[in-house]
Nanobody, 123 residues
Framework: QAQLVESGGGLVQAGGSLRLSCAASKSTFSTSAMAWFRQAAGKEREFVAAVDWSGRSTYYVDSVKGRFTISRDNAKNTVYLQMDSLKPEDTAVYFC????????????????WGQGTQVTVSS
């Protein structure tokens, strides 16, 4: 069964940076759209960013545009989320997801999910 494993979360001060990684267990992910979602305590899961299978097309939620960058390395079956200029409101559990169709902000478009990695930004 396909698996996604996130890493790279942690505690950082506001204005700092983190890079999340998501390693996929199957090479079929090289043809899948990949995305990052996040869920803050007491809130619903929200879309953060997505990248198509080639890495050439990306999409971001407005609140992270200019601060976060999604990328992928299909040779390593890995997708990344570079997070710069972090804010306390970015604090959440970040989830990696993979889907068979094009990039979308809707969670229904992704059929594989990781367990999540905690990101905490202190003020």
């Amino acid at each position: 069964q396909a698996q996604l494993v996130e890493s790279g979360g942690g505690l950082v001060q506001a204005g700092g940076s983190l890079r999340l990684s998501c390693a996929a267990s199957k090479s079929t992910f090289s043809t899948s759209a990949m995305a990052w979602f996040r869920q803050a305590a007491g809130k619903e899961r929200e879309f953060v960013a997505a990248v198509d299978w080639s890495g050439r097309s990306t999409y971001y939620v407005d609140s992270v545009k200019g601060r976060f960058t999604i990328s992928r390395d299909n040779a390593k079956n890995t997708v990344y989320l570079q997070m710069d200029s972090l804010k306390p409101e970015d604090t959440a559990v970040y989830f990696c997801a993979a889907g068979p169709t094009g990039i979308t902000q809707y969670s229904e478009g992704y059929n594989y999910w990781g367990q999540g990695t905690q990101v905490t930004v202190s003020s």
